[in-house]
Protein backbone atom coordinates (compact mmCIF):
# COMPACT_ATOMS: atom_id res chain seq x y z
CA UNK A 1 0.00 0.00 0.00
CA UNK A 2 1.29 4.03 -1.00
CA UNK A 3 2.61 5.39 2.03
CA UNK A 4 0.95 8.14 4.02
CA UNK A 5 -2.68 6.68 2.40
CA UNK A 6 -5.23 5.78 5.29
CA UNK A 7 -7.65 3.06 2.88
CA UNK A 8 -10.50 1.72 4.27
CA UNK A 9 -11.58 -1.95 4.13
CA UNK A 10 -14.13 -1.25 1.68
CA UNK A 11 -15.34 1.15 -0.70
CA UNK A 12 -17.27 4.03 1.02
CA UNK A 13 -19.76 4.51 -2.07
CA UNK A 14 -20.57 0.65 -2.52
CA UNK A 15 -23.98 0.42 -2.55
CA UNK A 16 -26.16 -2.24 -0.60
CA UNK A 17 -28.09 -3.36 -3.40
CA UNK A 18 -27.09 -7.27 -4.51
CA UNK A 19 -24.12 -6.69 -6.95
CA UNK A 20 -23.06 -9.36 -9.46
CA UNK A 21 -19.28 -10.54 -9.13
CA UNK A 22 -17.10 -8.41 -11.47
CA UNK A 23 -17.07 -9.97 -15.15
CA UNK A 24 -14.20 -11.30 -16.41
CA UNK A 25 -14.74 -9.34 -19.29
CA UNK A 26 -17.50 -6.13 -19.29
CA UNK A 27 -18.59 -5.99 -23.01
CA UNK A 28 -20.19 -9.00 -22.77
CA UNK A 29 -22.16 -7.86 -20.39
CA UNK A 30 -23.98 -5.47 -22.27
CA UNK A 31 -25.62 -8.05 -24.85
CA UNK A 32 -24.36 -6.43 -27.56
CA UNK A 33 -22.23 -8.77 -30.52
CA UNK A 34 -21.93 -5.74 -32.63
CA UNK A 35 -20.70 -3.40 -29.81
CA UNK A 36 -18.28 -6.31 -29.46
CA UNK A 37 -17.08 -6.78 -33.28
CA UNK A 38 -17.03 -2.27 -33.07
CA UNK A 39 -13.87 -2.83 -30.10
CA UNK A 40 -12.03 -5.26 -31.66
CA UNK A 41 -12.13 -3.03 -35.17
CA UNK A 42 -11.15 0.01 -32.76
CA UNK A 43 -8.19 -1.85 -31.37
CA UNK A 44 -7.28 -3.52 -34.46
CA UNK A 45 -6.67 0.00 -36.62
CA UNK A 46 -7.10 2.73 -33.87
CA UNK A 47 -3.85 4.75 -34.70
CA UNK A 48 -3.04 6.44 -31.41
CA UNK A 49 -3.13 2.33 -30.20
CA UNK A 50 -0.68 1.16 -32.59
CA UNK A 51 1.59 4.51 -32.04
CA UNK A 52 1.59 3.16 -28.33
CA UNK A 53 2.43 -0.44 -29.44
CA UNK A 54 5.43 1.32 -31.84
CA UNK A 55 6.67 2.65 -28.40
CA UNK A 56 6.15 -0.17 -26.63
CA UNK A 57 8.71 -1.96 -28.92
CA UNK A 58 11.19 1.28 -28.40
CA UNK A 59 11.03 0.48 -24.30
CA UNK A 60 11.78 -3.36 -24.70
CA UNK A 61 15.01 -2.96 -27.62
CA UNK A 62 16.09 -0.26 -24.90
CA UNK A 63 15.50 -3.33 -21.94
CA UNK A 64 17.89 -5.35 -24.28
CA UNK A 65 20.55 -2.39 -24.81
CA UNK A 66 20.38 -1.42 -21.30
CA UNK A 67 21.50 -4.96 -20.67
CA UNK A 68 24.00 -5.68 -23.04
CA UNK A 69 27.01 -4.28 -21.07
CA UNK A 70 26.67 -7.67 -18.77
CA UNK A 71 28.64 -9.32 -21.36
CA UNK A 72 31.58 -9.19 -23.78
CA UNK A 73 31.41 -6.97 -27.01
CA UNK A 74 33.25 -9.41 -29.12
CA UNK A 75 34.14 -8.07 -32.69
CA UNK A 76 36.62 -9.15 -35.30
CA UNK A 77 39.12 -7.65 -37.60
CA UNK A 78 41.02 -7.87 -40.66
CA UNK A 79 43.44 -5.60 -42.69
CA UNK A 80 46.22 -5.20 -44.68
CA UNK A 81 49.09 -3.07 -45.60
CA UNK A 82 51.66 -2.45 -48.40
CA UNK A 83 54.96 -1.12 -47.90
CA UNK A 84 57.75 0.40 -50.62
CA UNK A 85 60.53 3.05 -51.60
CA UNK A 86 60.34 5.51 -54.25
CA UNK A 87 63.67 4.83 -55.13
CA UNK A 88 63.41 1.19 -56.09
CA UNK A 89 63.89 -1.92 -53.92
CA UNK A 90 61.34 -3.97 -52.58
CA UNK A 91 57.82 -3.69 -51.53
CA UNK A 92 56.33 -5.52 -48.12
CA UNK A 93 52.66 -6.70 -47.75
CA UNK A 94 50.92 -7.42 -44.25
CA UNK A 95 47.77 -8.25 -43.55
CA UNK A 96 45.77 -9.97 -40.47
CA UNK A 97 42.96 -11.33 -38.85
CA UNK A 98 41.99 -10.39 -34.96
CA UNK A 99 39.44 -11.63 -32.30
CA UNK A 100 38.87 -8.52 -29.93
CA UNK A 101 37.21 -8.64 -26.65
CA UNK A 102 36.06 -5.90 -24.88
CA UNK A 103 34.34 -6.28 -21.06
CA UNK A 104 33.73 -4.06 -18.52
CA UNK A 105 33.56 -6.02 -15.29
CA UNK A 106 30.49 -5.27 -13.15
CA UNK A 107 32.27 -4.45 -9.69
CA UNK A 108 29.41 -2.38 -7.96
CA UNK A 109 26.37 -3.90 -9.73
CA UNK A 110 25.70 -0.55 -11.84
CA UNK A 111 25.21 -2.25 -14.81
CA UNK A 112 23.13 -5.18 -13.04
CA UNK A 113 21.07 -1.71 -12.18
CA UNK A 114 20.93 -0.19 -15.26
CA UNK A 115 19.57 -3.47 -16.65
CA UNK A 116 17.05 -3.66 -14.09
CA UNK A 117 15.90 -0.44 -14.56
CA UNK A 118 15.42 -0.90 -18.31
CA UNK A 119 13.67 -3.98 -17.64
CA UNK A 120 11.35 -1.98 -15.08
CA UNK A 121 11.25 0.32 -17.72
CA UNK A 122 10.15 -1.93 -20.17
CA UNK A 123 7.14 -3.62 -17.31
CA UNK A 124 5.60 -0.07 -17.17
CA UNK A 125 5.20 0.31 -20.92
CA UNK A 126 3.58 -2.78 -21.11
CA UNK A 127 1.40 -1.99 -18.35
CA UNK A 128 0.92 1.37 -20.04
CA UNK A 129 0.34 -0.11 -23.16
CA UNK A 130 -2.71 -2.28 -21.32
CA UNK A 131 -4.15 0.60 -19.93
CA UNK A 132 -4.09 2.59 -23.39
CA UNK A 133 -5.93 -0.30 -25.03
CA UNK A 134 -8.40 -0.55 -22.01
CA UNK A 135 -9.48 2.86 -22.27
CA UNK A 136 -9.58 2.74 -26.45
CA UNK A 137 -12.51 0.08 -25.50
CA UNK A 138 -13.68 1.76 -22.92
CA UNK A 139 -13.81 5.32 -25.00
CA UNK A 140 -15.14 3.17 -28.45
CA UNK A 141 -18.09 1.91 -25.96
CA UNK A 142 -19.32 4.79 -24.66
CA UNK A 143 -18.94 6.62 -28.51
CA UNK A 144 -21.38 3.77 -29.54
CA UNK A 145 -23.72 4.21 -27.59
CA UNK A 146 -23.33 8.48 -27.49
CA UNK A 147 -24.27 8.06 -31.37
CA UNK A 148 -26.89 5.51 -30.45
CA UNK A 149 -28.59 8.24 -28.36
CA UNK A 150 -27.69 10.71 -30.67
CA UNK A 151 -29.75 8.92 -33.57
CA UNK A 152 -32.75 8.37 -30.99
CA UNK A 153 -33.12 11.93 -29.84
CA UNK A 154 -33.21 12.75 -34.07
CA UNK A 155 -36.13 9.99 -34.23
CA UNK A 156 -37.42 11.60 -31.41
CA UNK A 157 -37.14 14.84 -32.42
CA UNK A 158 -39.07 13.92 -35.89
CA UNK A 159 -41.50 12.18 -33.84
CA UNK A 160 -42.09 15.62 -32.34
CA UNK A 161 -42.46 17.28 -35.63
CA UNK A 162 -44.84 15.19 -36.47
CA UNK A 163 -46.73 16.14 -33.31
CA UNK A 164 -46.22 19.91 -33.63
CA UNK A 165 -47.42 19.97 -37.30
CA UNK A 166 -50.83 17.98 -36.12
CA UNK A 167 -51.13 20.84 -33.44
CA UNK A 168 -51.00 23.05 -36.22
CA UNK A 169 -53.56 22.13 -38.26
CA UNK A 170 -56.01 21.51 -35.24
CA UNK A 171 -55.30 25.25 -34.35
CA UNK A 172 -56.01 26.50 -38.02
CA UNK A 173 -59.29 24.55 -37.77
CA UNK A 174 -60.49 25.66 -34.75
CA UNK A 175 -59.44 28.89 -36.07
CA UNK A 176 -61.47 28.99 -39.01
CA UNK A 177 -63.93 27.88 -37.12
CA UNK A 178 -64.14 30.79 -34.97
CA UNK A 179 -63.53 28.95 -31.91
CA UNK A 180 -59.99 30.52 -30.70
CA UNK A 181 -57.61 33.37 -31.93
CA UNK A 182 -55.06 34.13 -34.40
CA UNK A 183 -52.92 33.99 -31.03
CA UNK A 184 -52.77 29.87 -31.38
CA UNK A 185 -51.64 30.40 -34.70
CA UNK A 186 -49.22 32.36 -33.72
CA UNK A 187 -48.08 29.59 -30.70
CA UNK A 188 -48.26 26.60 -32.74
CA UNK A 189 -46.37 28.07 -35.82
CA UNK A 190 -43.80 28.98 -32.99
CA UNK A 191 -43.74 25.77 -31.72
CA UNK A 192 -43.14 23.96 -35.25
CA UNK A 193 -40.15 26.04 -35.87
CA UNK A 194 -38.53 25.23 -32.95
CA UNK A 195 -39.14 21.72 -33.30
CA UNK A 196 -37.55 22.29 -36.82
CA UNK A 197 -34.79 24.03 -35.53
CA UNK A 198 -33.82 21.44 -32.67
CA UNK A 199 -34.11 18.66 -34.94
CA UNK A 200 -31.45 20.08 -37.33
CA UNK A 201 -29.14 20.56 -33.76
CA UNK A 202 -30.27 16.80 -33.63
CA UNK A 203 -28.81 15.77 -36.93
CA UNK A 204 -26.11 17.63 -36.94
CA UNK A 205 -25.01 16.27 -33.46
CA UNK A 206 -25.94 12.62 -34.67
CA UNK A 207 -23.44 13.16 -37.47
CA UNK A 208 -20.40 14.45 -35.22
CA UNK A 209 -21.29 11.79 -33.02
CA UNK A 210 -20.70 8.88 -36.00
CA UNK A 211 -17.19 10.61 -37.18
CA UNK A 212 -16.03 10.61 -33.86
CA UNK A 213 -16.91 6.78 -33.27
CA UNK A 214 -15.44 6.02 -37.02
CA UNK A 215 -12.08 7.92 -36.65
CA UNK A 216 -11.94 5.96 -33.58
CA UNK A 217 -12.20 2.50 -35.69
CA UNK A 218 -9.33 4.16 -38.01
CA UNK A 219 -12.52 4.42 -40.56
CA UNK A 220 -12.97 7.52 -43.08
CA UNK A 221 -15.73 9.95 -40.63
CA UNK A 222 -18.12 9.58 -43.99
CA UNK A 223 -21.07 9.47 -41.01
CA UNK A 224 -22.89 6.29 -42.58
CA UNK A 225 -22.48 3.56 -40.07
CA UNK A 226 -24.78 1.33 -39.44
CA UNK A 227 -26.11 1.47 -35.48
CA UNK A 228 -28.13 -0.35 -32.92
CA UNK A 229 -31.81 0.70 -33.30
CA UNK A 230 -32.17 1.26 -29.01
CA UNK A 231 -29.21 1.32 -26.45
CA UNK A 232 -27.84 -1.73 -24.63
CA UNK A 233 -30.13 -2.24 -20.85
CA UNK A 234 -27.51 -1.50 -18.44
CA UNK A 235 -25.94 -4.51 -16.49
CA UNK A 236 -26.50 -5.11 -13.23
CA UNK A 237 -24.89 -3.61 -10.43
CA UNK A 238 -21.50 -4.83 -9.63
CA UNK A 239 -19.50 -5.91 -6.15
CA UNK A 240 -16.28 -3.40 -6.78
CA UNK A 241 -14.34 -5.88 -4.72
CA UNK A 242 -11.68 -3.82 -2.14
CA UNK A 243 -9.92 -0.82 -2.41
CA UNK A 244 -6.13 -2.68 -2.66
CA UNK A 245 -7.68 -4.85 -5.14
CA UNK A 246 -7.18 -1.72 -7.69
CA UNK A 247 -3.45 -1.31 -7.35
CA UNK A 248 -3.02 -4.64 -8.76
CA UNK A 249 -6.31 -4.58 -11.17
CA UNK A 250 -5.44 -1.50 -12.78
CA UNK A 251 -2.62 -1.34 -15.71
CA UNK A 252 -2.15 2.49 -15.23
CA UNK A 253 -1.12 1.85 -11.32
CA UNK A 254 0.91 -0.98 -12.21
CA UNK A 255 3.11 1.08 -14.64
CA UNK A 256 3.50 4.28 -12.07
CA UNK A 257 5.32 1.59 -9.18
CA UNK A 258 7.53 0.21 -12.00
CA UNK A 259 8.30 3.37 -12.73
CA UNK A 260 9.30 3.99 -8.93
CA UNK A 261 11.54 0.96 -9.11
CA UNK A 262 13.35 1.81 -12.18
CA UNK A 263 13.91 5.27 -11.13
CA UNK A 264 15.29 3.28 -7.67
CA UNK A 265 17.97 1.31 -9.57
CA UNK A 266 18.79 4.79 -11.67
CA UNK A 267 20.28 5.72 -8.30
CA UNK A 268 22.23 2.74 -8.08
CA UNK A 269 23.25 3.45 -11.73
CA UNK A 270 24.74 6.90 -10.58
CA UNK A 271 26.32 6.07 -7.25
CA UNK A 272 28.09 2.86 -9.00
CA UNK A 273 29.38 5.46 -12.11
CA UNK A 274 31.21 7.40 -8.83
CA UNK A 275 33.35 4.15 -8.11
CA UNK A 276 36.54 2.58 -9.66
CA UNK A 277 35.60 0.30 -13.01
CA UNK A 278 37.68 -2.38 -14.22
CA UNK A 279 38.09 -3.15 -18.36
CA UNK A 280 39.88 -6.54 -19.60
CA UNK A 281 40.04 -6.56 -22.95
CA UNK A 282 42.05 -9.01 -25.30
CA UNK A 283 42.49 -9.79 -28.85
CA UNK A 284 43.74 -13.30 -30.98
CA UNK A 285 44.20 -13.12 -34.46
CA UNK A 286 47.79 -14.12 -36.74
CA UNK A 287 49.72 -11.44 -39.18
CA UNK A 288 51.82 -12.47 -42.43
CA UNK A 289 54.10 -10.84 -44.64
CA UNK A 290 55.66 -11.44 -48.10
CA UNK A 291 58.62 -13.40 -46.52
CA UNK A 292 56.44 -15.28 -44.05
CA UNK A 293 54.64 -17.07 -46.96
CA UNK A 294 57.53 -17.76 -48.59
CA UNK A 295 59.21 -18.95 -45.73
CA UNK A 296 56.49 -20.81 -43.23
CA UNK A 297 52.48 -19.94 -42.16
CA UNK A 298 51.31 -16.74 -40.71
CA UNK A 299 52.38 -15.93 -36.98
CA UNK A 300 49.57 -16.40 -34.55
CA UNK A 301 49.40 -13.67 -31.84
CA UNK A 302 47.67 -13.17 -28.26
CA UNK A 303 47.33 -9.88 -25.90
CA UNK A 304 45.07 -9.60 -22.41
CA UNK A 305 45.69 -6.55 -20.30
CA UNK A 306 43.13 -5.29 -17.33
CA UNK A 307 42.38 -1.38 -16.58
CA UNK A 308 41.61 0.02 -13.88
CA UNK A 309 40.08 3.43 -13.77
CA UNK A 310 38.62 5.89 -10.70
CA UNK A 311 37.30 9.38 -11.16
CA UNK A 312 39.09 11.90 -9.18
CA UNK A 313 37.45 15.24 -9.99
CA UNK A 314 34.12 15.80 -12.43
CA UNK A 315 33.64 19.24 -10.75
CA UNK A 316 30.33 17.73 -9.11
CA UNK A 317 29.08 15.74 -11.74
CA UNK A 318 28.78 12.31 -10.59
CA UNK A 319 27.26 13.38 -7.35
CA UNK A 320 24.99 16.06 -9.11
CA UNK A 321 24.08 12.10 -11.18
CA UNK A 322 23.55 10.82 -7.80
CA UNK A 323 21.18 13.70 -6.61
CA UNK A 324 19.45 13.85 -9.88
CA UNK A 325 18.33 10.27 -10.07
CA UNK A 326 17.26 10.59 -5.84
CA UNK A 327 15.38 13.33 -6.78
CA UNK A 328 13.64 11.76 -9.64
CA UNK A 329 12.74 8.86 -7.69
CA UNK A 330 11.41 10.94 -5.34
CA UNK A 331 9.11 12.47 -7.99
CA UNK A 332 8.15 8.81 -9.16
CA UNK A 333 6.98 7.71 -5.66
CA UNK A 334 4.88 11.22 -5.61
CA UNK A 335 3.36 10.87 -8.88
CA UNK A 336 2.41 6.74 -7.80
CA UNK A 337 0.58 7.90 -4.62
CA UNK A 338 -1.61 10.87 -6.67
CA UNK A 339 -2.04 8.33 -9.27
CA UNK A 340 -3.66 5.90 -6.43
CA UNK A 341 -5.40 8.75 -4.88
CA UNK A 342 -7.21 9.79 -8.42
CA UNK A 343 -8.20 5.65 -9.01
CA UNK A 344 -9.39 5.80 -5.98
CA UNK A 345 -11.82 8.57 -6.59
CA UNK A 346 -12.81 7.49 -9.76
CA UNK A 347 -13.96 4.27 -8.36
CA UNK A 348 -16.00 6.07 -5.80
CA UNK A 349 -17.21 8.71 -7.62
CA UNK A 350 -18.57 5.94 -10.39
CA UNK A 351 -19.77 4.00 -7.39
CA UNK A 352 -21.94 7.00 -6.37
CA UNK A 353 -23.17 8.17 -9.46
CA UNK A 354 -24.16 4.33 -10.60
CA UNK A 355 -26.83 4.29 -7.95
CA UNK A 356 -27.58 8.18 -8.40
CA UNK A 357 -28.05 7.44 -11.82
CA UNK A 358 -30.54 4.26 -11.40
CA UNK A 359 -32.91 6.57 -9.40
CA UNK A 360 -32.80 9.37 -11.58
CA UNK A 361 -33.71 7.00 -14.40
CA UNK A 362 -36.52 5.79 -12.69
CA UNK A 363 -37.59 8.96 -11.17
CA UNK A 364 -37.66 9.97 -14.84
CA UNK A 365 -39.16 7.56 -16.30
CA UNK A 366 -42.66 8.16 -13.91
CA UNK A 367 -42.17 11.17 -15.10
CA UNK A 368 -42.69 10.45 -18.82
CA UNK A 369 -45.75 8.36 -17.99
CA UNK A 370 -47.16 10.84 -16.12
CA UNK A 371 -46.75 14.09 -18.81
CA UNK A 372 -47.69 11.81 -21.35
CA UNK A 373 -51.28 11.26 -19.50
CA UNK A 374 -51.19 14.94 -18.93
CA UNK A 375 -51.18 15.84 -22.69
CA UNK A 376 -53.55 13.71 -23.85
CA UNK A 377 -55.84 15.32 -21.25
CA UNK A 378 -54.68 18.53 -22.28
CA UNK A 379 -55.17 18.24 -25.91
CA UNK A 380 -59.07 16.64 -25.44
CA UNK A 381 -59.70 19.74 -23.23
CA UNK A 382 -58.30 21.84 -25.59
CA UNK A 383 -60.27 20.10 -28.55
CA UNK A 384 -63.65 20.92 -26.17
CA UNK A 385 -62.57 24.32 -25.46
CA UNK A 386 -61.69 23.57 -22.04
CA UNK A 387 -58.41 25.38 -21.96
CA UNK A 388 -56.60 27.27 -24.67
CA UNK A 389 -53.12 26.95 -26.24
CA UNK A 390 -50.30 27.87 -24.04
CA UNK A 391 -51.11 25.55 -21.77
CA UNK A 392 -51.28 22.49 -24.14
CA UNK A 393 -48.05 24.15 -25.44
CA UNK A 394 -46.71 23.94 -21.53
CA UNK A 395 -47.22 20.41 -21.28
CA UNK A 396 -45.85 19.73 -24.74
CA UNK A 397 -42.67 21.34 -24.09
CA UNK A 398 -42.12 19.28 -20.48
CA UNK A 399 -43.00 15.98 -22.27
CA UNK A 400 -40.41 16.47 -24.73
CA UNK A 401 -38.03 17.49 -22.52
CA UNK A 402 -38.68 14.89 -19.78
CA UNK A 403 -38.08 12.21 -22.97
CA UNK A 404 -35.01 13.76 -24.33
CA UNK A 405 -33.67 13.59 -20.59
CA UNK A 406 -34.90 9.90 -20.49
CA UNK A 407 -32.79 9.20 -23.42
CA UNK A 408 -29.96 11.08 -22.17
CA UNK A 409 -29.97 9.43 -18.29
CA UNK A 410 -29.78 6.43 -19.73
CA UNK A 411 -27.12 6.52 -21.77
CA UNK A 412 -24.86 8.22 -19.17
CA UNK A 413 -25.75 4.82 -17.12
CA UNK A 414 -24.03 3.11 -19.69
CA UNK A 415 -20.89 5.68 -19.69
CA UNK A 416 -20.59 5.97 -16.15
CA UNK A 417 -20.69 1.96 -15.81
CA UNK A 418 -18.14 1.47 -18.32
CA UNK A 419 -16.30 4.09 -16.20
CA UNK A 420 -16.55 1.65 -13.11
CA UNK A 421 -15.18 -1.06 -15.37
CA UNK A 422 -12.37 1.11 -16.38
CA UNK A 423 -11.36 2.48 -13.12
CA UNK A 424 -11.76 -0.62 -11.31
CA UNK A 425 -9.27 -2.42 -14.12
CA UNK A 426 -11.57 -4.81 -15.36
CA UNK A 427 -10.95 -5.97 -18.53
CA UNK A 428 -12.50 -6.00 -21.76
CA UNK A 429 -12.01 -9.55 -23.09
CA UNK A 430 -11.40 -8.96 -26.80
CA UNK A 431 -9.12 -11.17 -27.78
CA UNK A 432 -5.72 -9.72 -29.52
CA UNK A 433 -2.90 -11.31 -31.55
CA UNK A 434 -0.18 -8.22 -30.43
CA UNK A 435 2.13 -9.93 -27.87
CA UNK A 436 2.51 -6.81 -26.03
CA UNK A 437 3.80 -7.97 -22.55
CA UNK A 438 6.71 -9.80 -24.67
CA UNK A 439 10.23 -11.10 -22.32
CA UNK A 440 12.55 -8.13 -23.62
CA UNK A 441 15.25 -11.23 -24.16
CA UNK A 442 19.30 -11.27 -23.27
CA UNK A 443 21.41 -12.48 -26.11
CA UNK A 444 20.18 -9.98 -29.53
CA UNK A 445 23.35 -8.34 -30.64
Same mark, same amino acid.
Given at each position: MPPSIEVPDAWVSQSETKAQDLPAGWLADFGDPRLEAIVAEALENNQDLQTAAAQLEV??? $????????LYPFISAGAGGSSQGGYEGGGTTTTSGVSLDIVWEVDLWGGIRAGKASGLADFEASGSQYAFARLSLAAQTAKAWFQAVESKMQVE?? &?? @?? &????? @???LAQARYNAGLTSELDLHLARFQLASGEEFLRKARAGYEQAVRSLEVLLGRYPDAE? &???? &??? $?????? $???IPAEVLEQRPDLVAAERRVAAAFYTIQVAQAARLPSLALTGSAGSASSDLRDVIGAPDPFWTLAAGLFAPIFAGGDLKANVEIATSQQQAALHQYVQAVLRAFNEVETTLTNDEYLREAEQFQEIAVTEIASGLRQAL??? +????? +??? @??LLVQQNSVATQRQLLSLRNQRLANRINLYLSLGVNESIPTGRAAAASPGSGER
Open positions: ARQ $AAIKAGARLA &EQ @NI &ELFER @NLSM &ELAT &ELA $AVPPPV $AAGIQY +DVGLI +DFT @NV
